[in-house]
């Protein structure tokens, strides 16, 4: 049973930049992937960006050029990096784990663990 728990949200003005964490526990598996998600109010949730166990890397439209998703596998942690912020970033972001595949598909559906979720907020 994985857990995931994010930190490192918070407000920023448009432009800044903010890094989120995930703590990932509880499997041991080689193949995975790793990714975050956000949903803002109102609106359906939307994957931001994913990481398989070879290091390889999807983006959404949206965030390519201004995201970096990365992993420290000595410290089970995933990071976001986000560069660039803009107002239309705000939403609660949202760590997630895909145990069944080794590749990426950023798509919410195929991830069957999740975090708690952590608060961007993007002011203009």
């Known amino acids: 049973q994985a857990q995931l728990v994010e930190s490192g949200g918070g407000s920023v003005q448009a432009g800044g930049s903010l890094r989120l964490s995930c703590a990932a526990s509880?499997?041991?598996?080689?193949?995975?992937?790793v990714g975050w998600f956000r949903q803002a109010p109102g609106k359906e949730r939307e994957g931001v960006a994913a990481?398989?166990?070879?290091?390889?890397?999807i983006y959404a439209d949206s965030v390519k050029g201004r995201f970096t998703i990365s992993q420290d596998n000595t410290k089970n942690t995933l990071y976001l990096q986000m560069n660039s912020l803009k107002p239309e970033d705000t939403a609660m972001y949202y760590c997630?784990?895909?145990?069944?595949?080794?590749?990426?598909?950023?798509?919410?559906?195929?991830?069957?663990?999740w975090g708690q979720g952590t608060q961007v907020t993007i002011s203009s």
């Open positions: 990481i398989d166990s070879a290091g390889s890397t």
């Open positions: 997630a784990a895909d145990l069944r595949r080794d590749y990426c598909l950023l798509v919410g559906h195929v991830f069957d663990y």
């Open positions: 509880g499997y041991t598996n080689r193949n995975y992937c």
